[in-house]
């Protein structure tokens, strides 16, 4: 926690001035404050030494607060703040009662004032200075801990985040080598159309820092997905896909892949007449992403992965209240729905 100097200051005038105002408004009389200092030829000394001495009990029950706050316990500064209180009125008698009358001449008491009085009564001002200083150093210190606290939260979000990121398609990775293996060693000349799709894929994946990107970023990197998901099958895989995106649209990376990784880890598509389904579209800022396909074995106990697991947890820190995740089921149907509010 920073030691708020010009904040402190601010404070402490404005402290002084309303403080000073209650008391003669509790006398009956509010504008009599103003009379106090500004009727006679020294009341700018006056102002300035009763301020400087009333700053100085403020300044060091907020200073050794924080110091001791700082380095241990904040508790262990309230020693020499009653240490330094008699030091404090000692300073504004030499100041008033010796430095004003020999240099500026005036008193603030009359003349013959005993340093005992003095003492005795300048303990009222001691207590509410000091206690402002207190105040400000636990108005601030409660304020920093929020922030401290808001911070923590942000960053274990993240953490979390990173952590889900790092989950996302390892799974894939391992088959898609296999398939270029395969491809490889049967000399095919496809081999390397692959092997550059998945190294796109990989750079996206694991470098991929920013908060959101361009949705046709992230569809192009769908698109990618989809051909490498195509070495998997001996056959032309059953394509529906309808996309209607504006230019401008952006989105958190790596939310469109599960359900369409599910989907083609977990799904049939031996029958043309029921393909693989992926809709996006955009309207009104209003994201709606669709994915469809007929339930193979896997499926069919119901067993939906890791992947929408995760989906579902960074949707909710990505876009808390913003989202809705469905799945619906029949014997031989699969359908997620993702829609997001982008704006």
């Known amino acids: 926690m920073k030691f708020r100097t010009g904040r402190f200051i601010l404070f402490f005038i404005l402290f002084d001035f309303l403080?000073?105002?209650?008391?003669?408004?509790?006398?009956?009389?509010?504008?009599?404050?103003?009379?106090?200092?500004?009727?006679?030829?020294?009341w700018f000394g006056l102002l300035a030494t009763n301020m400087l001495s009333f700053f100085l009990y403020s300044l060091s029950a907020y200073f050794f607060l924080w110091y001791f706050g700082k380095k241990s316990d904040h508790r262990y500064g309230y020693i020499p703040i009653l240490l330094c209180l008699v030091p404090i009125i000692l300073f504004r008698y030499a100041l008033q009662e010796m430095f004003a009358p020999a240099f500026l001449g005036f008193h603030n008491y009359h003349n013959k004032v005993s340093l005992a009085y003095y003492i005795s009564?300048?303990?009222?001002?001691?207590?509410?200075?000091t206690g402002f200083g207190i105040l400000f150093y636990y108005l601030q210190s409660t304020r920093y801990?929020?922030?401290?606290?808001?911070?923590?939260?942000?960053?274990?979000?993240?953490?979390?985040?990173?952590?889900?990121?790092?989950?996302?398609?390892?799974?894939?990775?391992?088959?898609?080598?296999?398939?270029?293996?395969?491809?490889?060693?049967?000399?095919?000349?496809?081999?390397?159309?692959?092997?550059?799709k998945l190294s796109g894929l990989m750079r996206y994946i694991l470098y991929e820092k920013k908060g959101k990107v361009p949705l046709a970023e992230e569809v192009n990197y769908l698109h990618n997905f989809i051909d490498l998901q195509k070495l998997r099958y001996d056959y032309v895989l059953p394509l529906s896909v309808l996309i209607d995106i504006p230019a401008d649209a952006e989105i958190a990376p790596l939310l469109l892949i599960p359900p369409v990784e599910n989907a083609c880890k977990h799904g049939n598509f031996t029958d043309p007449e029921m393909p693989l389904t992926i809709?996006?579209?955009?309207?009104?800022?209003?994201?709606?992403?669709?994915?469809?396909?007929k339930k193979g074995k896997h499926q069919q106990r119901n067993d939906h992965g890791i992947g929408i697991a995760n989906l579902k947890r960074r949707v909710e820190l990505l876009y808390p209240h913003k989202h809705s995740i469905t799945i619906q089921e029949t014997e031989t149907v699969y359908h997620f729905t993702l829609e997001i509010d982008l704006s």
């Open 19 to 42: 403080w000073g105002l209650a008391l003669q408004s509790a006398d009956g009389g509010a504008g009599d404050y103003f009379l106090d200092y500004f009727s006679g030829n020294n």
């Open 121 to 129: 009564d300048n303990k009222y001002y001691a207590i509410y200075y």
């Open 279 to 293: 809709n996006l579209l955009v309207k009104n800022r209003k994201l709606y992403f669709e994915v469809k396909n």
């Open 145 to 196: 801990k929020d922030y401290i606290q808001q911070e923590l939260q942000i960053q274990n979000r993240q953490a979390e985040l990173d952590y889900l990121k790092s989950q996302i398609n390892p799974h894939f990775l391992f088959n898609s080598l296999n398939n270029i293996y395969s491809l490889i060693y049967s000399k095919s000349d496809n081999a390397l159309a692959a092997i550059e």
